[in-house]
């Protein structure tokens, strides 16, 4: 049993965590944000409480997912003003913010609470650092699981200020840069808003296609983009700039604000469950955040699709808050939208509220999710992707060339490797141990370790396991498929890398100890062998290289019929639907 155990609430409480750590506390991070800054510290990841936080995520977003809902409802029951924005439905937008920004938030800290609990003998000490409301939160739930914590002097009670319309300080500076200037033309204008800088260049194929059709216009949705090379564009913009924005708009955002305000208490009162206990500090400062957020990019949306609205909008985006708002605002508009999927899709509860005249998806699997979630299935078409389509018909540099370029043997097998950031279930602990399980497996097996980082991980975990290690090359670029036609099987924890290894019909170890959910279907046991400890991905490994070296063709084929049409005619597919909804436009 743990000396005891140390709650990290903020940023401040880091520094205690770590000589909590040296004293033999295990450290509990009180939000998955926390989570992941662990990692960025000298807290060794073993004193981290990682089956407890594996556990909270799992049960958190089921949590998450019924108070969003329960949000929603008592927004509707006490205050059905505010889910109406100039004829917006703002309620697939307030449930995205509410499952994302306080009931995740809520729920992560109850289900460690209560995980912790029961691991709290009576000898144990549970400290709950930080000096906030989830604090609190964490202290409440302890003590009625029979958990008496202790707080550090004038540790409690904080108010968490959200500010008053903070987004109205990021608006008037922009009243003067704003451009919602009418654009004329002759010709169709497809408009694609990308809410990341690398959308254009994925859908970069089907953009050069409907050039012949009609003028493309790009917009960042608060970024610069930039223009794939290529790809002749009439127009380059931002939404946030785009947007007319006024003192009018301004004061309508003030007014739904102060309405907001008046009606908190109405709203808490409708949440009566045992799980809403001691979070109305919380709602008082996070729900008036959520709103206010969600107005400013309502006003946003409504702008750009009300001035010089496009013929068709085209996004790359299942997920984010504008991906509610956008299309709604489109359609009271007269102009139709077409999504095309950006990444591979799992079914979650962060789905619900998609509303495009079409989405454009992978797969079948990818269908049956969106469907499980609410989404119209007469607006989902399966036109597979045309990157992946790309893939599959790509030819690969030749292994030896490869190989040599890279700096490793020819002669010895190459394990590639795809690792990720820390973040929700892949703990320090999770990365530090599957990376030492790896490095172990080399040296029994004898094969050589190719580590393809991934381009947002900021930690050092992969340098310190491989730190003085042979055989061992640790990159951040190259071409994939040249790494994986290199490679003799991936090995990762759920990458998307293990699709395309897939694709090019390579073998997938996924690590995946007890407790880790099931988070992403390539990297289940429908497409890839999984490995519990680090006593089975040796075994897996080796039997890879192996008698097993051409087993599993015939599972990755039946994975792909099922989750990626893949025959080549992607771009073909999106270009004809989108000009299939300009035919029905009745913008320009």
């Given amino acids: 049993m743990a000396e005891g155990y140390f709650f990290v609430g903020d940023e401040a409480d880091l ?3 770590g000589a909590m750590a040296q004293r033999g506390y295990l450290v509990v991070p ?6 992941a800054r662990l990692a960025g510290t000298d807290i060794p990841s073993s004193s981290v409480a990682d089956v407890e936080i594996r556990t909270a995520v799992k049960d958190a977003e089921a949590e998450a997912e019924t108070m969003a809902g329960e949000m929603v409802a008592a927004i509707e029951n006490g205050a059905p003003e505010l889910l109406d924005y100039e004829g917006l439905d703002l309620r697939p937008a307030v449930f995205h913010g509410a499952y994302h920004y306080l009931a995740s938030e809520i729920a992560f800290a109850r289900q460690v609470a209560s995980c912790v609990a029961p691991r709290a003998g009576e000898d144990t000490e549970v400290v709950v650092g930080g000096r906030g409301l989830l604090a609190d939160l964490v202290v409440g739930t302890l003590a009625g699981l029979g958990v008496e914590a202790k707080v550090p002097p004038g540790g409690r009670g904080r108010v968490i200020s959200s500010g008053p319309m903070r987004t109205i300080a990021r608006d008037v500076p922009l009243l003067v840069k704003s451009k919602p200037d009418a654009r004329p033309s002759e010709r169709p204008r497809i408009a694609l808003v990308a809410t990341s800088r690398t959308q254009p260049r994925l859908c970069v194929d089907v953009l050069k296609a409907l050039t012949a059709d009609a003028e493309i216009e790009l917009y960042g949705s608060n970024f610069d983009v930039k223009a794939p090379g290529g790809l002749d564009v009439a127009h380059i ?16 955002r003030a007014r739904h604000y102060r309405s907001l305000i008046r009606r908190v208490p109405a709203i808490r009162a409708g949440l009566e469950e045992e799980r809403w206990r001691w979070t109305d500090p919380l709602i008082d400062t996070r729900l008036p ?11 946003q949306c409504l702008s750009f699709a009300r001035t010089a609205p496009p013929s068709l ?3 790359m985006d299942e997920k984010s808050l504008i991906a509610r708002l956008l299309p709604r605002a489109c359609a009271m508009a007269g102009v139709p939208t077409l999504d095309m999927q950006h990444g591979v899709l799992a079914s979650e509860p962060s789905l619900r509220g998609v509303a495009y005249s079409k989405l454009c998806v992978f797969g079948d699997s990818t269908k049956d999710a969106l469907i499980e979630h609410g ?3 007469a607006t989902i078409e399966v036109t597979g992707c045309p990157r992946f389509d790309a893939l599959a018909a790509t030819r690969p540099t030749p292994r030896a060339e490869v190989v040599h370029r890279l700096g490793l043997d ?5 394990i590639m490797v795809a690792t990720q950031p820390v973040k929700y279930t892949i703990t320090p602990k999770v990365k530090q141990d599957f990376l030492e399980a790896l490095v172990e497996a080399a040296a029994s097996v004898g094969f050589q370790l190719l580590i393809k980082k991934h381009p947002h991980e900021k930690d050092d975990i992969v340098e310190r396991a491989v730190e003085g290690l042979a055989d061992v090359l640790v990159t951040r670029k190259g071409r994939l498929a040249d790494m994986l036609s290199a490679s003799d099987a991936l090995v990762t924890v759920h990458s998307t890398v293990a699709l395309e290894a897939l694709i090019l019909d390579r073998p997938v170890v996924a690590y995946r100890p007890d407790g880790m959910p099931e988070l992403v279907p390539f990297c289940s046991r429908e497409a890839a062998d999984v490995a519990r400890d680090g006593a089975e991905l040796a075994e897996r490994i080796r039997f890879l290289l192996g008698e097993g070296r051409d087993t599993g063709r015939e599972k990755r084929a039946r994975f792909l019929e099922r989750h990626l049409l893949l025959d080549g005619k992607s771009t073909k597919r999106i270009h004809d639907l989108a000009l299939r909804l300009l035919g029905g436009s009745s913008g320009d």
Avoid: K, N, P, Q
Wanted: net charge neutral.
């Fill in 15 to 17: 520094a205690v965590a």
């Fill in 30 to 35: 009180m939000t998955s944000a926390l989570e």
């Fill in 237 to 252: 913009g931002r939404l946030d700039y785009h947007s007319a924005r006024s003192v009018a708009s301004l004061r309508r």
């Fill in 289 to 299: 955040a959520i709103i206010d957020r969600v107005t400013f990019y309502a006003e």
């Fill in 313 to 315: 909008v085209m996004m």
């Fill in 375 to 377: 989404v119209d299935e």
């Fill in 410 to 414: 020819i002669g010895r097998a190459v």
